[in-house]
């Protein structure tokens, strides 16, 4: 990356309208996720994925109290300047099934808090600005800490480590 990289993110304010975009971002698509779960139901798995909601949107309202007094930009979801299609850590719908394990989802998880991670890092490094590249190392810093609670519970998580059911009852595509 140069000076001139419009991926750069150069100040405050819109580093924490990233941030706070990135959060509420994940936290959407994990209640996305609990209700299409509770649809087909797999309760287990919708009520992890309205954790993950919850503790997302703590995040989220933490890092609004950063932004408290500072006008933030509005950015269009093209100008975003993350390398990503969406949020960092909004997921891909690749590899989400309605029959899902809890081992499944934190797996999910894991790899959203660690793209998260990668963007607050890259910010951290990148950023011409030092008060970005502070805030950016602390948020990076917090995510590691996200990541390394995902992978404890993945070790503490008492479920088989099986291959999906089969589908008794498979949607109808039309062909």
Excluded at 62 to 73: N, S
Aim: aromatic share 10%; hydrophobic share 40%; glycine share 4%.
């Amino acid at each position: 990356m140069s000076e001139n990289d419009p991926a750069l993110i150069h100040d405050i304010p819109d580093f924490l309208a990233h941030a706070i975009a990135l959060e509420f971002e994940s936290v959407e698509r994990y209640r996305e996720l609990a209700d299409s779960m509770d649809v087909h139901n797999n309760p287990k798995v919708a009520e992890l994925f309205r954790k993950l909601a919850h503790y997302g949107e703590l995040h989220a309202r933490e890092i609004e109290h950063h932004a408290v007094g500072i006008v933030l930009p509005e950015i269009s979801p093209w100008e975003f300047k993350w390398r990503t299609p969406e949020g960092p850590e909004s997921g891909t719908w690749e590899g989400v099934h309605y029959m899902m394990s809890q081992r499944q989802v934190l797996e999910y998880a894991l790899c959203n808090e660690q793209r998260g991670r990668d963007f607050y890092a890259g910010v951290a490094e990148f950023s011409p600005d030092e008060g970005v590249r502070e805030l950016a190392a602390e948020f990076a810093r917090e995510e590691t800490e996200h990541v390394n609670i995902l992978k404890t519970w993945l070790l503490n998580l008492v479920e088989p480590d099986s291959v999906r059911p089969e589908d008794l009852d498979p949607p109808n595509m039309p062909e």
